[in-house]
């Protein structure tokens, strides 16, 4: 099961949100979520949105295979379990989550 179907299973949370607006010229893909000031600068920000946003992407311009391993490699990084970033209940940097994705792809 992959990481876009969790997530239509469970209450949405603004930091693993993404959307995309094709309604419209230029079309935009991005992440929901505040700009947690708290956090900057310290590499713990959850990059999931974003790069489900690049999935949405991808998709959107016909690259569907790609989305599909970018989905997958997200979804797999979660199952792992071990670069979760702390709002996830882990302990991993957004470096070290981007990474991970990076090897599952």
Avoid: W
């Amino acid at each position: 099961m992959t990481l876009a179907v969790h997530k239509a299973m469970i209450p949405i949370r603004l930091d693993l949100d993404s959307r995309a607006n094709t309604r419209f010229a230029p079309t935009a893909f991005e992440s929901i979520h505040g700009s947690a000031p708290d956090i900057a600068g310290k590499n713990v920000i959850n990059p999931t949105a974003t790069l489900l946003s690049a999935a949405m992407m991808l998709d959107y311009l016909g690259f569907a295979d790609a989305a599909q391993r970018l989905d997958g490699a997200i979804s797999a990084v979660y199952a792992e379990g071990r670069y979760l970033t702390p709002d996830q209940g882990g302990k991993g940097l957004t470096t070290e989550f981007c990474q991970a994705v990076k090897r599952y792809l």
